[in-house]
């Protein structure tokens, strides 16, 4: 039944929509798409909701989209997890006061944190239900926090917080349409099947107001959303009867607006002029806007050649932006956006596609004519090059052809077009100039015959009109113009003889009535009265100069500046042609070629370029570009460009035309929130704290972090910046919207990100805070540890190496009392012994001699012994108290023997510094053994001996005043070897200089260790 009255109903509307003539559509709005090939996960979108972060999440038919404006995070459902939607048919998307997004699905309720994307299943089964699944409905919340759902065939309410229900049962049979809406004033609407019903949570009853259900079946009325204006009226759209209102005195729905309109959703908003309309989801087309004071609908059709038109798919949820102005729809062929700050540009298709060269590679528009003569301001006038002269209605957007165009127009090839001050309309093209009157729509002159040679083209490519209303023309035979006054056509080659071969390009006149133009052979200027030709090149130029003569576009602005274009570069002279100021790459002219120059009412000048559309402000030099993505049919704009004297720029593409208010440009002056939509921690997804803060344990020291910039407006245009604390010494500018932080140090990170949008305004930067917490081995303590046990090994060693010293000198010290004790007095008692014997046999010589010799080698053993035991004592260490003491005792007692002179000169740096065993004992050696080859050999009356200490270097000399030597001529024998062998083994180096009658010195330079070095 409710299926037959549906399409009862979609046959009648559908009917009449097709039979009427077409409404006029003055809204002339451009939509961005957004499908699975843009990675929506379906292409049926049924809800739309803006988060606290301003991220859009979109429901559809299969799966729940969290869109950034670059990419969508899909969530689905996954029958092994809790942490998944409930189903994946997404009925309805709303926030409760906290922020939660609570999903409606057909099996069953969950809310979502939408920022570290923790869900929490409802649970609404009763012990008493027998229900498979629960089919959830669109729902939203009161200001007390109760959200109101229907499912299967109950109300809901459901506490945000507590998640506890209540339920009621609904008055009529569960039906797809149903949804619950909160308004202001804490009121409940709900639709039940396609009828309207208010419920008081006070009373906790349901009041039928209008509508078709099981119940009310003798009701045509089809009952949709409600939704408030801004003065707080209240709106119901219906399917086929238009609009109702709430009368709050008399509590009832009262007919608005009569329509045969499929309202299937709609919401309020303000056109580019202010005026107030409501986009309407529903109509043949799928989507329309209303003007609420024409009481109009207005339809959004769609043109397979323009990707920018509505995409014909039913639209059942709006969403206006209230923040960006961004306008979402939800229809059945995918997401849409209305985006005034992104498709900036109007976008047209007029032409019927009766015309035979509509479609062709030549139908380029080539030129706009707003007409003057038109009173009511709606007549423009559109050339296209091959294809002739379109009349324009602007308000209707259509092309009225009702006139004759004159024979071969159409095929002639229109290159310029300009209306005179008469009204009349100038044609330039492939056969001449062609006058045409608008208020007649006829061609009244066809000038062709000016041409002299009559065997090449007569292609008019600019036409100009001067101060005194003549009329110039550029052409491929060279320069005509036409004198009103003498309704004649003058050759300015036969003028001027040195202008032959010169073709010029454009053509301006200055305030003064000089004639300028542009050529391939520089910048000329022509004096009309006086017939004379003056060429601006480089060669005269007395400063700068032009990187070529070639230029193209030129132009006069209102301070009467000369602008130029060449291959690469725009300049802009003076009136002696001298260069002011020159742009190219380097400084923001972002082409390689302008096909025409113009100046709007606020002293901008646009360039059509071959890379797209340039906007110049002489003032700062500052360039802005616009090109697809504003809307532009193609970045290269080289066919029509005309600027109203209102402001309003034209641009001719193939078979389309943009146009755009140059004093009202949406530039998007918001900055954007900068935002993380992703992080990922060793392959593992996390998030941010409320505070931003975040703590990486050991081993997850691999970081990757994906921003957002909240800017839907051409959204790959936002750029990026961070900069990490003691890292990064300037911010890193950035596309690429994803950063990797790997193998970071222990501690606390802050990482600072800025982002901008479109149209380059930079956010303020946001700060992020990641604490590291590094490896045991790379914490304080951990180093405190190692250094502590350090200390323990230091001091184990070195108590180890004091007991082992201990040990050492002990056993020294009894080596030397035990030599002392038992070998010393042994060796005494020899000699005691020998001297006896000595004298009780004096007699015999032979064995007195023997006995001799026996004393003097137990003497000699004696004191030998003793410097062994001298040298081993550990007491005997230091310098100055010990070894300096015994070479001089042994000095003085070997000298004064011999009646030599022995001096003992020692630094004062020898008084605490001690000696190894081998240092001593070699040392000492050394002097022995250089004293007494002096005492023995030299015949010295003095001997010196002089010790030394000056930083780590001791240095011994033992010089004496004796007969000397010569060392070249000198024997070597054991003396002099043991000499160095023995310096060798405690690290020194013996220096010996003798002369002969100069005396002997011997010097020994050694390196004690720091260690025995007491006295620094």
């Given at each position: ?5 549906r ?36 292409e ?7 988060d ?41 998307t ?8 609570w ?22 089964k ?6 498979s ?19 299967n ?28 809406q ?28 209008i ?17 408030e ?15 109702y ?12 607006e ?99 060269y ?10 706009f ?36 165009q ?8 229109i ?18 100039v ?9 061609f ?29 023309f ?25 202008l ?17 133009f ?37 132009y ?17 002279l003076?009136k ?27 002293g ?9 559309l ?57 900055p954007p ?21 975040i703590?990486?344990k ?9 921003f ?25 500018y ?26 380059g ?110 040298t ?10 010990d ?17 030599i ?18 240092q ?53 024998g ?23 009658g ?15 070095l007491?006295?620094?």
């Open positions: 039944m409710i299926r037959s009255v399409n009862i109903f979609l046959f009648i509307i559908i009917s009449f929509l097709l039979y009427q003539k077409a409404n006029a559509q003055r809204f002339n709005f451009s939509f961005e798409q957004f499908t699975t090939d843009n990675g929506l996960s379906h049926s979108v049924i809800c739309l909701t803006k606290q972060d301003g991220f859009l999440w979109i429901g559809t038919a299969n799966g729940l989209n969290r869109f950034d404006g670059i990419s969508f995070k899909i969530l689905r459902n996954n029958p092994n997890s809790e942490q998944s939607i409930s189903g994946n048919y997404i009925a309805g709303t926030l409760d006061k906290k922020g939660y997004l999903i409606a699905t057909n099996n069953g309720l969950c809310r979502l944190n939408t920022r570290t994307l923790k869900i929490d299943r409802i649970d609404l009763d012990s008493s239900d027998n229900y699944r629960y089919d959830v409905m669109y729902g939203e919340f009161d200001n007390n926090g109760i959200g109101w759902f229907i499912a065939e109950y109300l809901y309410a459901v506490n945000q917080e507590t998640f506890k229900w209540k339920r009621y049962p609904l008055p009529a049979t569960r039906f797809h349409g149903n949804s619950s909160v308004d202001s004033k804490n009121r409940v609407w709900l639709s039940i099947g396609r009828a309207k019903y208010l419920f008081d949570p006070k009373t906790e009853k349901f009041r039928y107001l509508g078709f259900d099981w119940s009310h079946r003798n009701s045509d009325i089809l009952c949709g959303s409600v939704k204006d801004a003065n707080g009226q209240l709106w119901m759209a219906t399917w086929a009867h238009g609009f209102v709430w009368n709050e005195s008399k509590q009832e729905l009262e007919k608005k009569t329509a045969p309109e499929s309202l299937t959703a709609f919401e309020f908003d303000k056109d580019e002029q202010g005026k107030s309309f409501m986009w309407c989801g529903g109509g043949a087309y799928g989507l329309m806007a209303y003007d609420t004071s024409e009481k109009k609908f207005f339809y959004f059709k769609n043109d397979p050649r323009d990707k920018y038109t509505h995409n014909l798919g039913q639209t059942v949820f709006v969403l206006r932006d209230t923040i960006s102005g961004i306008v979402w729809l939800g229809t059945e062929n995918g997401l849409e956006k209305y985006d005034p700050h992104a498709i900036r540009f109007h976008r047209y298709r007029i032409w019927q596609d009766k015309n035979e509509t479609n062709s590679q030549y139908f380029f528009t080539s030129g004519v707003y007409d003057k003569t038109d009173t009511t301001g709606n007549t423009w006038w559109v050339s296209v090059w091959i294809g002739g002269l379109y009349k324009w209605n602007r308000s209707k957007l259509t092309v009225d052809d009702n006139y004759v004159a024979k071969g127009i159409k095929e002639a090839g290159f310029s077009m300009l209306q005179a001050k008469d009204g009349m309309i100038w044609i330039g093209h492939g056969q001449g062609q006058v045409f009157d608008p208020r007649t729509n006829k009244i002159r066809h000038f062709v015959d000016f041409f002299p040679d009559k065997k090449e083209r007569f292609n008019v490519t600019f036409i100009s009109e001067d101060s005194k209303s003549n009329m110039w550029s052409t491929y035979q060279g320069l005509f113009s036409y004198d009103r006054k003498g309704d004649s056509i003058i050759n300015w080659w036969n003028r001027i003889p040195s032959q071969k010169i073709y010029p390009l454009n053509i301006r006149e200055d305030a003064e009535g000089y004639i300028w542009s050529s391939g052979k520089g910048l000329g200027r022509i004096d009309p009265v006086k017939n004379e030709l003056i060429l601006f090149t480089n060669a005269v130029r007395k400063n700068k100069k032009l990187p070529d003569d070639e230029v193209g576009a030129l006069i602005d209102r301070s009467q500046h000369i602008w130029l274009s060449g291959v690469g570069y725009l300049a802009k003076d002696q042609g001298e260069i002011l100021d020159l742009y190219n790459d380097k400084t923001g002219y972002n082409a390689s070629a302008a096909y025409a120059i113009a100046e709007d009412p606020y901008f000048l646009w360039l059509s370029t071959d890379n797209k340039h906007r110049l402000d002489p003032k700062t030099g500052h360039f802005d570009y616009f090109d697809k993505n504003d809307g532009l049919f193609n970045n290269k704009i080289a066919d029509g460009f005309y600027m109203s004297d209102e402001g309003e720029l034209f641009l001719g593409f193939n078979g389309a035309i943009n146009s755009i208010n140059t004093g009202n440009i949406a530039f998007n002056k918001k929130v900068v935002l993380v939509s992703r992080l990922n921690v060793k392959g593992q997804l996390r998030t941010f704290d409320e505070n931003n803060k703590i990486i050991p081993g997850e020291r691999d970081i990757v972090i994906e957002s910039a909240m800017n839907y407006s051409q959204a790959l245009k936002n750029k990026f910046a961070f900069l990490l604390e003691g890292y990064d010494s300037a911010w890193r950035t596309s690429d919207r994803t950063i990797s932080l790997m193998n970071m140090d222990g501690g606390t990170h802050r990482l600072h990100v800025k982002a901008s949008n479109n149209d305004v930079w956010s303020k930067e946001t700060i992020y805070t990641i604490k590291v917490i590094p490896p045991f081995q790379q914490t304080i303590w951990f180093k405190l540890l190692f250094v502590l046990l350090a200390a323990i090994i230091f001091f184990i060693i070195y108590a180890y190496r004091v007991q082992h010293r201990k040990r050492l000198e002990k056993i020294r010290n009894r080596i030397a009392t035990d030599l002392h004790d038992d070998m010393g007095s042994t060796l005494s008692s020899i000699r005691i012994f020998s001297d006896v014997a000595k004298k009780q046999i004096e007699e015999k010589p032979e064995t007195v001699q023997l006995l001799d010799r026996i004393s003097n080698n137990a003497t000699s053993l004696s004191e030998n012994m003793q410097d062994i035991i001298w081993i004592r550990n007491d005997n260490d230091t310098l100055e108290d070894l300096v003491s015994r070479m001089r005792e042994f000095g003085l007692r070997v000298c004064d023997a011999k009646d002179r022995f001096n003992t000169i020692v630094s004062q740096s020898f008084k605490a510094s001690r000696l190894t065993l081998d001593r004992r070699n040392l000492y050696l050394i002097f022995k053994e250089s004293l007494n080859n002096a005492v023995k050999y030299a015949e010295a009356s003095q001997i010196d001996l002089h010790l030394n200490l000056k930083s780590r270097f001791l240095k011994m000399e033992i010089s004496d005043n004796g007969k000397g030597f010569d060392i070249d001529k000198i024997k070597r054991n003396g002099l070897n043991n000499l160095e062998k023995r310096a060798k083994e405690i690290g020194g180096q013996i220096d010996i200089k003798s002369e002969p100069k005396g002997t010195c011997i010097n020994l330079m050694m390196v004690l260790k720091k260690s025995l007491t006295d620094k």
